[in-house]
């Protein structure tokens, strides 16, 4: 695992994946937070609050995120690397958890120059240093929960294709349809008999709970376990390929 997790790495950062995917979050961030007008804008809302942050943040890796997984399994199956890796002494968990890990890795690396906004919105405050601590660190441990999940589907949809454009575009579709998708649904008239269901299904609703500052069991289990869901039929699918 440590041999394909580092690997990955290399890929990120000998390439220009990790650095665009870096640069074009924090780009985006800073444009809608400080720059372009309406109700994303901290400097219009008149409140010193990171809500606009972590608003933004769940859509922009939804893009982002499948964008650094797309060729993780995809671009080797269409090179042939995949057969060669798998002849190897390492077992599919292994290669699975690395790849995973890796883009963990680069999503905390895009993160963490976020902590930038923290302090400013902070010294915004009246008095400075007004800040809900809880809230903010709440959220930025869902942010990091949710581009698990969302990292996990990315696997996923990679593994199920050879082509990275169609990995990408259907890492985008899962993570929209956990993200957003099943909560929309949930609040249609006819759909009222599965509408819990659906809600806790639903990455939205656990990371809106956590953002909330109270870090509950119900939501560590939930994205550990669509984590490990998807991740297991990542594992189920590259097994599938030895029959």
Not at 130 to 155: E, K, V
Not at 184 to 198: F, G, N, P
Not at 220 to 242: C, D, E, P
Request: hydrophobic share 55%; with cysteine; aromatic share 16%.
């Amino acid at each position: 695992m440590k041999a394909i997790f580092i690997r990955e790495l290399q890929n990120f950062f000998s390439s220009l994946t990790g650095y665009v995917i870096a640069i074009i979050f924090l780009v985006l961030t800073g444009l809608f937070l400080w720059v372009l007008p309406g109700y994303t804008n901290i400097l219009d809302s008149g409140y010193a609050t990171l809500e606009s942050l972590f608003y933004i943040a769940p859509w922009l890796f939804l893009f982002l995120v499948p964008a650094a997984t797309m060729r993780m399994f995809a671009d080797e199956k269409k090179s042939g690397t995949i057969e060669l890796i798998l002849t190897r002494p390492i077992s599919d968990t292994a290669m699975v958890l690395g790849k995973f890990f890796a883009s963990l890795v680069l999503v905390a690396i895009v993160i963490v120059p976020t902590f930038i906004f923290v302090y400013s919105v902070s010294n915004l405050g009246n008095p400075s240093g007004n800040l809900d601590w809880a809230a903010t660190w709440g959220s930025y441990i869902g942010l990091f929960f949710l581009a698990s999940a969302y990292a996990a589907l990315g696997l996923f949809a990679s593994s199920l294709t050879d082509n990275m454009i169609v990995a990408f575009l259907s890492a985008v579709a899962l993570c929209f349809v956990f993200y957003d998708g099943l909560a929309w649904v949930a609040e249609l008239q006819s759909m009222e008999w599965a509408r819990s269901a659906l809600l806790t299904l639903s990455i939205s609703e656990h990371y809106s709970s956590v953002s909330r500052g109270v870090i509950d069991s119900r939501d560590v289990v939930y994205f550990l376990s669509i984590s490990s869901f998807f991740l297991a039929l990542t594992r189920l699918k590259l097994q599938s390929r030895r029959w």
